[in-house]
């Protein structure tokens, strides 16, 4: 008899009893529902830390940071201006490397009229926009003349318009870095991120930085590649030719976002699969069941068994029987169980504003666990039923 | 085709041995119609559920075609029983869920026969006791004597060389149980053998021999002058 026959034979015999079924199901749903569910927060939460910590582009930083042994034989070092120009035209070349971007940044006192507030002056290239992007909310964002030019625009974050401006429109006001105008183009979005925090932030197209602080000096090289296979490769080729170029041993090094991603990825991992399994324990008290109610269906059925046998039904094939009853049963209830945690981990990601991924392999494991654990907890009852004797039960009252 | 020699049956209660078969040789030939009688405790049944191979001798021979079924082991026992034996029991024995065609369908389900041939094949045997009327009805719906004609509908699908009859007529009343005799000798005259084990000497009337079980063995062995009738 074919499995399909099998499952066939089992769901009719399972619909006979519905309440029964559904009553014992419940157990199982429970159990691979909170599994589903737990695992889906966790997924998602996971993907959304990650994805905050290695922002969105493949992007990696290039880091000066010259060791003791060289700040001692060269004590300027720490003095030394850490990326050149040249620096930025050498690493835009390495072939893997697809946008360069360059800042230099600088805390200065910003004027306006009488108000004075601290912020931190930024000059940006263009490749910046391309890869970090700025999100303006009003006005308008630095366009390409503008860094070309150099032109004394600037757009600031939403924090420093509230501290300087205090709900009057910054739009086209003038502020003075280091006594030089810059005009007020845009206005930034409130950052949302969990790592955001409002800083009073000042952009400036490069050229303009340069002009107002009378240096070529860049404080941050960040790369991008196109595929984030290569990011960690360009960005130690950069850093290689970097130490070449300033005859540095490994004053320039390149720290790898996607390593601080996979620690924060593993500890949220380990902390589903902690949940998980607290979970899952519902499931095996689920599994409990199965086999209390299959027993109780043998025992009913001794004398179905004991026709069966009669009729040509070898003991494998009894026991076969009744070991898909039990994984139809914890399947349907399983399959109920990933629907009721992808609706559970939904709302719970709607009310808690935190994504939950229900990914395919989660729910083909969940499918694959309900029958393991149908298996284990039929095995005993089927094993039962293929273990009667033929005269016996066909005499069972 | 069935050649019992020297079959002995004993069971152990407790310390005590008790020999319910106490060496019985019985041989059968193709085609014949025999009914085996005796009071109960006789060792009827347990010589039946031998000869229907759902138990084996403690020693001695069972010979069914020529093969020692009496060494065959638990699979292959399932294996005559699917394909050589056709059982009718008393108490019908259908599955109440399945209706009389699923249930008809049964035997070869386990003799791995495809659902169509299936279907095909158990809506003639449903035809040949008279229940073309009756296919999808449950058990409960039918009534004791279509319940016994779906139970040989079942025992003949496989076209067993055996069928093996437990007081078929036990719990039907006497009009039905003529009609279900009916069908047995128009079956015998088909061809099949069968074995009818009874206690009422009117069914066994039907048979064209009858062996008397008495004590673990067989006490008579006579050919009733019915039974000659009909050859």
């Not at chain 1, 996607?258 to 095996?284: D, F, H, K, N, Y």
């Not at chain 2, 005559?80 to 108490?91: A, E, T």
């Not at chain 2, 045997?125 to 139970?151: C, F, I, T, W, Y």
Request: aromatic content about 6%.
């Amino acid at each position: 008899m074919s499995v399909a026959e099998n499952m066939k034979m089992a769901l009719s015999s399972l619909l006979a009893h519905k309440l029964r079924s559904i009553l014992t199901m419940i157990g199982i749903i429970i159990g691979v529902g909170s599994v589903i569910t737990v695992v889906a927060i966790g997924q998602g939460g996971e993907a959304m830390l990650k994805s905050q910590i290695v922002g969105a582009g493949n992007t990696i930083e290039l880091f000066y940071m010259p060791s003791d042994e060289e700040l001692i034989a060269n004590p300027n070092a720490m003095m030394m201006a850490p990326f050149t120009q040249e620096d930025l035209k050498a690493v835009e070349k390495i072939p893997e490397v697809t946008k360069v971007v360059a800042t230099s940044s600088e805390y200065g006192n910003v004027r306006v009229r009488e108000d004075t507030l601290e912020a931190s002056i930024t000059g940006i290239n263009q490749a910046y926009l391309d890869v970090n992007g700025l999100k303006v909310d009003t006005g308008r964002n630095l366009l390409a003349a503008d860094f070309l030019g150099g032109r004394r625009v600037a757009v600031v974050s939403s924090s420093f318009r509230e501290e300087l401006f205090e709900g009057e429109d910054p739009l086209g006001k003038v502020i003075f870095v280091r006594s030089q105008p810059v005009e007020i183009v845009g206005v930034l979005e409130q950052p949302t991120g969990l790592f955001s925090f409002g800083a009073n932030e000042v952009y400036l197209p490069w050229n303009t930085w340069r002009t107002i602080y009378a240096s070529n000096e860049l404080s941050q090289v960040t790369l991008q590649t196109e595929n984030a296979e290569d990011l960690q490769e360009a960005g130690q080729k950069a850093a290689d030719l970097l130490n070449r170029m300033h005859n540095t041993e490994e004053a320039y090094q390149v720290i790898n976002m996607e390593e601080i991603a996979a620690g924060v990825g593993q500890v949220t991992r380990i902390m589903t699969i902690i949940i998980s399994s607290i979970a899952g324990v519902s499931l095996l008290v689920g599994g409990i069941g199965v086999m209390n109610i299959m027993l109780v269906s043998v025992t009913e059925r001794t004398r179905e068994i004991g026709v069966r046998m009669s009729l040509g039904a070898t003991r494998g094939q009894i026991l076969l029987q009744f070991l898909i009853e039990a994984v139809t049963l914890t399947l349907i209830g399983g399959g109920i169980g990933i629907l009721l945690g992808w609706g559970t981990s939904s709302i719970v990601s709607h009310f808690a504003g935190w994504p939950a991924l229900v990914s395919w392999p989660v729910i083909v494991g969940g499918l694959l666990f309900s029958m393991i654990i149908g298996v284990i907890f039929g095995i005993l009852p089927a094993n039962k039923a293929s273990k009667l004797d033929p005269i016996a039960s066909l005499r069972y009252e | 085709m069935i050649r019992l020699q020297s079959v002995v049956k004993s069971y152990s209660i407790g310390k005590e041995q008790v020999d319910v078969l106490k060496g019985i040789d019985l041989h059968i030939k193709e085609g014949e119609f025999t009914a085996i009688m005796g009071p109960s405790g006789s060792g009827k049944s347990t010589l039946m559920n031998i000869v229907g191979c759902l138990d084996r001798p403690s020693s001695g021979d069972y010979y069914l075609n020529d093969h020692l079924v009496s060494q065959y082991d638990e699979k292959e026992l399932a294996q005559v029983r699917n394909r050589s034996i056709g059982f009718v029991f008393q108490q019908f024995q259908l599955l109440p869920r399945l209706n009389a065609l699923k249930n008809v369908e049964l035997p070869m389900i386990y003799a791995g026969v495809k659902k169509k041939e299936r279907e095909e094949r158990a809506s003639e045997a449903l035809h040949k006791v008279g229940l073309s009327d009756r296919m999808g009805h449950l058990p409960n719906e039918l009534s004791g004597g279509q319940k016994q004609r779906v139970a040989i509908a079942r025992a003949i699908v496989n076209n067993p060389d055996l069928i093996l009859a437990d007081e078929p007529t036990g719990a039907l009343d006497s009009k039905t149980s003529v009609q279900i005799m009916e069908l047995f000798t128009m079956l015998n005259q088909e061809g099949t053998t069968i074995i009818l084990v009874t206690h009422e000497s009117e069914v066994a009337e039907y048979a064209r021999r009858t062996v008397f079980v008495r004590d673990g063995m067989v006490m008579q062995n006579e050919t009733t002058v019915k039974g000659g009738e009909s050859l």
